[in-house]
């Protein structure tokens, strides 16, 4: 993207996630290129706002105040109307960029039809990974999962952690959607889905793509490698889904969702079924128990959040 600039924006929340802030930013710092720019949106906490403008300012970061509604949407919407880059990219502030980040975004966007690129979120667990987990089901942890593409390849969506658009898109599609996204530690999601449906129906033609060299690791605290968290991950995103279904066309708003179920989830069944068969492991069936578990309860999030009326709470 030569003579392109380009802007980072990193949403932050809690004190809880400072060390992982601080960490998230000198990845950034390492890898970005001298005349672009990093912001740190602090989302309505003046304790955070204080450790950020000692520690993060001097090392040439803007630290910013959410003047949006508070959540990430807004954070993330902060963050637009005041960077200055052609591109802006998003990273979450308990993820940090691996090498050759930056240069995974910035060089599709030589293509003047792409107008945002997605990379991969692989899950830096704080322990170990659940035995029952299934890798199908990265996404309730905001990482990368079995079923997404393993090159280069056009998507409808990327994933939150790790996106990127243009600024001129994102100035004409209007942000990140209120009603989604998350807000503190509520596990609710789907802005990028809605904002990237948006987007499509506004520049016909242009493409998003999934960059796997755009990497990031993701922290996965022990919290969310629970099965009480798996369970109202699902829910919510169910939920979410149902909101995406509101605010766009109901097709579009499940078109990457019906191949995943259609195909990857039950190739995952098979295989955990057959490998629990042949070694006797119940790890496996454990797997294959919670992919349908979680197969399940998204669904009933999505049903009851299609009954529910438009404004209600969930």
Request: proline letters at 6%; one cysteine or more.
């Amino acid at each position: 993207m030569a003579g392109d600039s380009l802007s980072v924006v990193i949403g932050a929340y809690t004190n809880d996630r400072w060390t992982r802030l601080q960490a998230s930013v000198r990845s950034v710092v390492e890898q970005i290129r001298p005349s672009d720019e990093i912001l740190v949106v602090v989302d309505h906490s003046q304790q955070l706002r204080v450790l950020a403008d000692e520690v993060l300012a001097p090392m040439g970061v803007r630290v910013l105040d959410n003047s949006d509604l508070q959540g990430l949407s807004g954070a993330r919407n902060t963050g637009v109307a005041l960077a200055t880059g052609d591109v802006v990219v998003f990273l979450d502030d308990d993820a940090v960029a691996l090498p050759g980040w930056i240069e995974g975004h910035a060089a599709h966007y030589a293509d003047p039809s792409v107008v945002g690129v997605g990379g991969a979120v692989v899950a830096d667990w704080e322990n170990a990974a659940p035995l029952w987990f299934p890798p199908e089901f990265g996404w309730v942890v905001g990482c990368s999962f079995t079923g997404q593409p393993t090159t280069t390849a056009e998507i409808r969506n990327p994933i939150g952690a790790n996106m990127s658009f243009r600024r001129s898109v994102l100035d004409a599609v209007g942000g990140f959607s209120h009603s989604l996204g998350r807000v503190g530690t509520a596990p609710r999601g789907c802005e990028e889905t809605e904002f990237s449906i948006r987007t499509a129906r506004a520049f016909p033609g242009s493409r998003i793509l999934h960059e796997p060299g755009a990497a990031v690791h993701h922290h996965v605290p022990d919290a969310r490698a629970r099965w009480s968290y798996f369970r109202r991950r699902c829910w919510s995103e169910g939920q979410s889904k149902a909101d995406v279904s509101r605010l766009s066309d109901p097709r579009q708003a499940l078109s990457a969702e019906r191949i995943y179920v259609s195909k990857a989830l039950p190739a995952a069944v098979r295989r955990d079924v057959a490998h629990a068969a042949r070694q006797r492991q119940p790890q496996h069936l454990l797997r294959a128990a919670a992919l349908c578990a979680g197969l399940a309860v998204t669904t009933a999030g999505y049903v009851v959040g299609r009954l529910r009326p438009p404004g209600q709470s969930w």
